[in-house]
């Protein structure tokens, strides 16, 4: 299944995608599935796990770490878990000023 693009803000809530799947095990969290995000320009990976999300349902999420576009897709021993694909666009968001970091004995605001 290819999934409709979105679009989120740097540094906003997370993004959230849903299977519809019925377990072939009594025991949910038996199953292994993760989705793997690949940031286009920079080749960073980052790989979430596929979680019960209610009867039959499956949900993944991306937090947006850096701006620009992304690719996903699911793997799973599940079947109908695997082989799910999307694109998701993370933008700047001109209202928040990054992450707080500590160097030595000082704090400040990252650009990113």
Do not use: C
């Amino acid at each position: 299944m290819q999934y409709e693009r979105k679009t989120a803000n740097h540094w906003g809530p997370f993004l959230e995608w849903t299977i519809e799947a019925a377990a072939e095990s009594p025991e949910a969290y038996d199953i292994s599935a993760t989705t793997i995000f690949a940031h286009r320009d920079s080749g960073t990976k980052v790989s979430t796990g596929i979680f019960p999300a209610g009867p039959d349902t499956w949900a993944f999420r991306f937090a947006n770490s850096s701006v620009g576009d992304w690719t996903f897709e699911t793997h799973s021993d599940l079947a109908p878990l695997s082989g799910h694909t999307g694109t998701l666009t993370v933008e700047p968001d001109p209202n928040t000023r990054g992450t707080l970091t500590h160097t030595n004995r000082w704090w400040s605001w990252s650009e990113s």
